[in-house]
Nanobody, 117 residues
């Protein structure tokens, strides 16, 4: 399973950005829970948002109401729409995928988001 995240960049506070993650491999994507983590400098990796195989989304309290996660099972992709960005959202964002039938996580390489104040 390979994941490739892209879409990061430099944004001013209050702006928006959309991250994408393409998932490839000999898999049935609809049987994977997917989501996003982030890691800021000097901090531990934290969960940002997840979306289950059934399309149920969950968010960290710090991003709820500002970020929206979605998935496209046909395109085998997961997205993170980020609005009202804050400097504290600055981090490397990683997408991940976890199959329902196995306790293992697959990770993308990360994409950098920098929010300037």
């Amino acid at each position: 399973v390979q994941l490739q995240a892209f879409g990061g960049g430099l944004v001013q506070a209050g702006g928006f950005l959309r991250l994408s993650c393409d998932v490839s491999g000999r898999i049935i994507f609809s049987r994977f829970h997917v989501g996003w983590y982030r890691q800021a400098p000097g901090k531990e990796r934290e969960l940002v948002a997840t979306v289950s195989t059934g399309g149920i989304a969950d968010y960290a309290s710090s991003v709820r109401g500002r970020f929206t996660i979605s998935r496209d099972n046909t395109e085998r992709a997961v997205f993170l729409q980020m609005d009202s960005l804050k400097p504290e959202d600055t981090a490397v964002y990683y997408c991940y995928a976890r199959p329902t039938y196995r306790s293992v996580d697959y990770w993308g390489q990360g994409t950098q988001l920098t929010v300037s104040s």
